[in-house]
Protein backbone atom coordinates (compact mmCIF):
# COMPACT_ATOMS: atom_id res chain seq x y z
CA UNK A 1 0.00 0.00 0.00
CA UNK A 2 1.34 3.06 -0.77
CA UNK A 3 0.73 5.80 1.64
CA UNK A 4 -1.57 8.07 -0.68
CA UNK A 5 -1.74 11.72 1.13
CA UNK A 6 -5.71 11.54 -0.76
CA UNK A 7 -6.64 9.41 1.93
CA UNK A 8 -6.36 10.81 5.32
CA UNK A 9 -6.13 14.77 6.10
CA UNK A 10 -2.91 15.21 8.26
CA UNK A 11 -3.65 18.78 9.44
CA UNK A 12 -7.42 17.43 10.30
CA UNK A 13 -6.44 14.42 11.93
CA UNK A 14 -3.41 16.27 14.31
CA UNK A 15 -6.08 18.68 15.25
CA UNK A 16 -8.39 16.26 16.51
CA UNK A 17 -5.21 14.75 18.33
CA UNK A 18 -4.82 17.76 19.81
CA UNK A 19 -8.11 18.64 20.69
CA UNK A 20 -8.83 14.96 22.30
CA UNK A 21 -5.72 14.75 24.17
CA UNK A 22 -4.97 12.26 26.22
CA UNK A 23 -8.23 10.25 24.95
CA UNK A 24 -7.34 10.45 21.58
CA UNK A 25 -5.68 6.84 21.00
CA UNK A 26 -8.96 5.51 22.78
CA UNK A 27 -11.75 6.88 20.43
CA UNK A 28 -8.89 6.22 17.95
CA UNK A 29 -9.75 2.46 19.05
CA UNK A 30 -13.25 2.55 19.29
CA UNK A 31 -12.98 3.94 15.88
CA UNK A 32 -11.58 0.91 14.54
CA UNK A 33 -13.84 -1.48 16.22
CA UNK A 34 -16.82 0.63 15.09
CA UNK A 35 -15.73 0.91 11.39
CA UNK A 36 -15.27 -2.93 11.68
CA UNK A 37 -18.65 -3.53 12.56
CA UNK A 38 -19.68 -0.39 10.48
CA UNK A 39 -18.35 -2.14 7.30
CA UNK A 40 -20.04 -5.73 7.81
CA UNK A 41 -23.51 -4.58 8.63
CA UNK A 42 -23.42 -2.72 5.51
CA UNK A 43 -21.49 -5.78 3.70
CA UNK A 44 -24.44 -7.85 4.79
CA UNK A 45 -26.99 -5.21 4.60
CA UNK A 46 -26.19 -5.60 0.80
CA UNK A 47 -25.94 -9.15 0.54
CA UNK A 48 -29.45 -9.16 1.99
CA UNK A 49 -31.13 -6.21 0.03
CA UNK A 50 -32.04 -4.64 3.04
CA UNK A 51 -32.00 -0.92 2.20
CA UNK A 52 -32.79 0.59 5.94
CA UNK A 53 -29.94 -1.95 7.46
CA UNK A 54 -28.02 0.31 5.55
CA UNK A 55 -28.34 3.70 7.25
CA UNK A 56 -26.96 3.72 10.38
CA UNK A 57 -23.98 2.31 9.83
CA UNK A 58 -23.19 4.04 6.69
CA UNK A 59 -24.14 7.14 9.14
CA UNK A 60 -21.84 6.00 12.27
CA UNK A 61 -18.70 5.89 9.57
CA UNK A 62 -19.11 9.02 8.15
CA UNK A 63 -19.47 10.45 11.52
CA UNK A 64 -16.39 9.23 12.39
CA UNK A 65 -14.37 9.18 9.82
CA UNK A 66 -15.08 12.81 9.67
CA UNK A 67 -13.25 13.16 13.25
CA UNK A 68 -10.07 11.99 12.36
CA UNK A 69 -9.60 13.49 8.87
CA UNK A 70 -10.66 10.77 6.38
CA UNK A 71 -12.69 12.41 4.44
CA UNK A 72 -12.74 10.15 1.36
CA UNK A 73 -14.12 7.11 3.77
CA UNK A 74 -16.34 9.61 5.26
CA UNK A 75 -17.96 10.60 1.14
CA UNK A 76 -18.19 6.76 0.33
CA UNK A 77 -20.35 6.36 3.78
CA UNK A 78 -22.11 9.49 3.39
CA UNK A 79 -23.13 8.79 -0.20
CA UNK A 80 -24.29 5.01 1.22
CA UNK A 81 -26.07 6.91 3.72
CA UNK A 82 -28.09 9.11 1.39
CA UNK A 83 -28.59 6.91 -1.20
CA UNK A 84 -30.48 4.15 0.93
CA UNK A 85 -32.21 7.16 2.74
CA UNK A 86 -33.68 8.17 -0.70
CA UNK A 87 -34.51 4.48 -1.51
CA UNK A 88 -36.43 3.55 1.35
CA UNK A 89 -38.51 6.44 0.97
CA UNK A 90 -38.82 5.38 -2.71
CA UNK A 91 -39.45 1.46 -1.40
CA UNK A 92 -36.05 0.33 -4.39
CA UNK A 93 -32.98 -1.38 -3.64
CA UNK A 94 -29.73 0.48 -4.28
CA UNK A 95 -28.28 -1.65 -6.51
CA UNK A 96 -26.22 0.71 -8.02
CA UNK A 97 -23.82 0.89 -4.65
CA UNK A 98 -22.32 -2.44 -5.23
CA UNK A 99 -18.86 -0.35 -6.16
CA UNK A 100 -19.01 1.97 -3.58
CA UNK A 101 -19.62 -0.96 -0.90
CA UNK A 102 -16.75 -3.02 -2.35
CA UNK A 103 -14.41 -0.16 -2.69
CA UNK A 104 -15.41 0.70 1.51
CA UNK A 105 -13.78 -2.38 3.19
CA UNK A 106 -10.41 -1.92 1.29
CA UNK A 107 -10.24 2.18 2.15
CA UNK A 108 -11.64 1.52 5.88
CA UNK A 109 -8.42 -0.92 5.62
CA UNK A 110 -6.03 1.52 4.21
CA UNK A 111 -7.28 4.36 6.62
CA UNK A 112 -6.46 2.54 9.37
CA UNK A 113 -3.13 1.31 8.48
CA UNK A 114 -2.33 5.01 8.01
CA UNK A 115 -3.93 5.78 11.40
CA UNK A 116 -1.60 2.90 13.19
CA UNK A 117 1.03 3.93 11.36
CA UNK A 118 0.68 8.16 12.40
CA UNK A 119 0.03 6.42 15.60
CA UNK A 120 2.13 3.74 16.95
CA UNK A 121 5.52 3.77 17.85
CA UNK A 122 6.06 0.10 16.56
CA UNK A 123 5.62 0.53 13.17
CA UNK A 124 8.06 1.91 10.97
CA UNK A 125 6.86 5.18 9.57
CA UNK A 126 10.22 4.86 6.83
CA UNK A 127 9.18 5.03 3.21
CA UNK A 128 9.69 2.14 1.00
CA UNK A 129 13.12 2.09 -0.02
CA UNK A 130 14.57 4.32 2.20
CA UNK A 131 17.45 2.55 4.30
CA UNK A 132 16.89 -1.29 5.01
CA UNK A 133 18.82 -4.27 4.40
CA UNK A 134 22.18 -4.07 2.03
CA UNK A 135 21.98 0.10 1.96
CA UNK A 136 24.32 2.31 3.94
CA UNK A 137 22.72 3.85 6.65
CA UNK A 138 24.33 7.53 6.76
CA UNK A 139 23.77 10.43 9.18
CA UNK A 140 25.90 12.72 7.12
CA UNK A 141 23.50 15.89 7.55
CA UNK A 142 23.33 15.74 11.43
CA UNK A 143 24.75 18.48 13.05
CA UNK A 144 25.68 20.57 10.46
CA UNK A 145 23.71 24.28 9.75
Known amino acids: ?????DIVDWV????????LGPGFIRILSYF?????????????AMREHNTV?????AHTLKG???QFG?????NIAELIEQTARM???????????????????????????LFEKATNPLVTRNAPGVGGFG??????????I
Not at 32 to 44: H, L, M, N, Y
Not at 87 to 113: A, G, I, M
Request: glycine share 4%; charged share 35%.
Open 32 to 44: REDGVKSVAQIED
Open 70 to 74: AEPLA
Open 1 to 5: MTDSP
Open 135 to 144: RKVSNQGFGR
Open 12 to 19: HFEKSRAE
Open 87 to 113: CVETHRFPDELVPEVVQLRKLFEQTVE
Open 53 to 57: ALIIP
Open 64 to 66: ESR
